[in-house]
């Protein structure tokens, strides 16, 4: 039964239908995945998915061996009406991870948190701009606890998190609008 998943097999069905997705996130689970080494310590495979469909700016579903997934964030889930403990991730949010959550249409399966590396330049090129009297915003689709903390890594002044893909150009037109100069 799907309540019986072990983690690997969590791991496996997410990375099989994150394998059709472009999104940066996806990319780290099916690397994770297909990394040959750990290919070897656990029973990890991608499986052949049918039916997928993105779900912009929530995450994705698909089906696998004739059962139905959904992948993605709170929204996503929020969306399917599925009961979740939310604040089960905010100890991992606040540390600038990202939850991706697997779910069936009846009830939330697990999660995995994924995070951003910060390349050792990106502090360094903050500061730069700081220097030239430049504020620097992040706008994101992430978790705003988990942009907040890799923000503040680096020296952001600001984030603006939740935000849609489609969405990201008005946020830019809003502080256009306040008389900001945005590049």
């Not at 069905?13 to 472009?22: G, V, W």
């Not at 993105?54 to 139905?68: A, F, H, P």
């Not at 990202?98 to 090129?125: H, N, W, Y």
């Amino acid at each position: 039964t799907l309540s019986d998943l072990k983690s690997d097999e969590l791991v496996s069905i997410l990375a099989s239908l994150e394998k059709k997705s472009e999104h940066p996130i996806a990319h780290a689970i099916v690397n994770y995945v297909e990394d040959p080494v750990r290919t070897q310590e656990k029973n990890l495979k991608i499986s052949e998915v049918s039916s997928f469909e993105s779900i912009q700016g929530k995450g994705l579903k698909g089906t696998v061996n004739n059962v139905e997934y959904f992948a993605g964030n709170v929204k996503l889930v929020q969306d399917l009406n599925l009961t979740f403990a939310v604040s089960r991730l905010e100890q991992f949010t606040a540390q600038g991870k990202t939850p991706v959550i697997l779910a069936t249409r009846e009830r939330v399966l697990g999660f995995v948190m994924v995070a951003d590396e910060i390349k050792p330049e990106s502090k360094q090129a903050v500061t730069d701009l700081h220097k030239l009297g430049i504020k620097v915003v992040m706008l994101t689709g992430d978790d705003e606890k988990a942009a907040k903390h890799m923000a503040g890594l680096v020296g952001i002044d600001e984030v603006i998190a939740h935000v849609l893909p489609q969405d990201k150009l008005a946020k830019i037109k809003e502080l256009q609008a306040q008389g900001k100069v945005v590049a």
